[in-house]
């Protein structure tokens, strides 16, 4: 089969091997190629700001595009892609974010900011709250939001999830749908975002939906920048009803640097860093999707086009 790498030029040297390696090792044989006829292609792996085309009609014989990234808004609705589109589920890129996340919900808990910069010679102990403290709303219990959720759980924290549909996961007490969010956000002292970028989640936390939370909660959204509309949250921090935010993710990246985000002093921001796909892991689930293309099998992590993730 051949398999168009249409991700950029910049990321050829660090997949090539590794693709490489998981396609010998799944026992796949494809030519792997960073140019070919159109026509020719039966399958295609995509990353955004690649050079994947922007009309997929002349593919006629490909099978599936397979995105090395886990969010897919940027394609997901280009209406010339009929093929199925596979998104990332990789364990490097859930672990990475777990990491984060558990590190930004403790800075926040153990209020690390004011510890660090109370370093002035006085010795004035605050006992710190425990995590039982401190109910965490997770909004998305997918692969990432569930992971986190269940790492939160494992320190203690009580953690509020929050989906599109039922979901009933261990250690996490789970809520969904419209009402759920205002059940959820009326508990959590620390909201982390773990969306997707679609219609449905484009501004979801607003001036309304910020004010049901507790005065003082904490914001931390590795998610996309789409979910939160700006201007509310900077008023929901100037107010005291947001404590702090920690923010990765943005409508435009890289955030300008006049943005208000950067030198708001209870803003942190991250440049789009909380998981990475590594390659050496994430190949071997590009592999194992060619694997069951040439199979003629279902494919893994398959894009719901019509909900947009
Ligand atoms: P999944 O598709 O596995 O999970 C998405 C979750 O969001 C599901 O629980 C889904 O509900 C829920 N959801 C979607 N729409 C709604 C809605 N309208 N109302 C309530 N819940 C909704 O995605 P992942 O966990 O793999 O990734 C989540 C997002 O994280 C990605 O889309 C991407 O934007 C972002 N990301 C950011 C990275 C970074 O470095 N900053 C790295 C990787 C991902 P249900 O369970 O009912 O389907
Ligand atoms: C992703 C991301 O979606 O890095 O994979 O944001």
């Not at 390696?21 to 026509?39: I, K, M, Q, Y």
């Not at 049901?212 to 909660?217: H, Q, V």
């Not at 985000?261 to 440049?271: E, F, G, M, N």
Request: with cysteine; hydrophobic share 45%; proline share 9%.
């Amino acid at each position: 089969m051949k398999v168009l790498f249409a991700a950029g030029d910049a990321r050829w040297p660090l997949w090539e091997a590794p693709l490489r390696a998981a396609l010998t090792e799944a026992g796949v044989h494809a030519d792997l190629t960073r140019s070919a006829d159109p026509a020719e292609v039966d399958a295609i792996i995509y990353a955004p700001g690649g050079d994947t085309p922007d009309d997929f009609t002349p593919f006629t014989r490909c099978k599936a595009v397979l995105s090395l990234w886990a969010g897919v808004e940027r394609i997901a609705p280009n209406p010339t892609l009929t093929q199925p589109l596979c998104r990332m589920v990789d364990p490097g890129l859930t672990q990475g974010m777990v990491e984060y996340v558990t590190a930004h919900v403790l800075r926040a808990h153990l209020g690390l900011d004011a510890v660090l910069a109370a370093q002035d010679g006085t010795w004035a102990p605050v006992i710190p709250p425990l995590a039982s403290d401190r109910p965490v709303a997770m909004l998305g219990l997918g692969a990432l939001g569930s992971a986190c959720g269940q790492a939160l759980a494992c320190l203690g924290f009580p953690v509020l999830g929050w989906s599109r549909r039922a979901r009933d996961l261990p250690m996490i007490e789970c809520h969904h749908g419209p009402g759920g969010l205002r059940r959820v956000l009326e508990r959590a002292r620390i909201v982390v975002t773990l969306l997707p970028a679609t219609a449905d989640t484009e501004n979801l936390l607003n001036a309304e939906t910020l004010s049901w939370l507790p005065a003082g909660a904490a914001l931390i959204n590795p998610g996309r920048g789409t979910l939160i509309d700006d201007d509310a949250l900077l008023a929901a921090l100037d107010s005291g009803q947001v404590g702090q935010a920690t923010l990765d993710v943005f409508r435009t990246e890289p955030l300008p640097p006049a943005h208000p985000y950067w030198a708001h002093p209870r803003v942190t921001v991250t440049p789009h860093v909380a998981a990475e796909t590594r390659p050496a892991t994430a190949a071997r689930v590009i592999a194992e999707n060619l694997r069951r293309i040439a199979a003629g099998e279902p494919l893994l992590h398959q894009v719901d086009r019509e909900a947009g993730y």
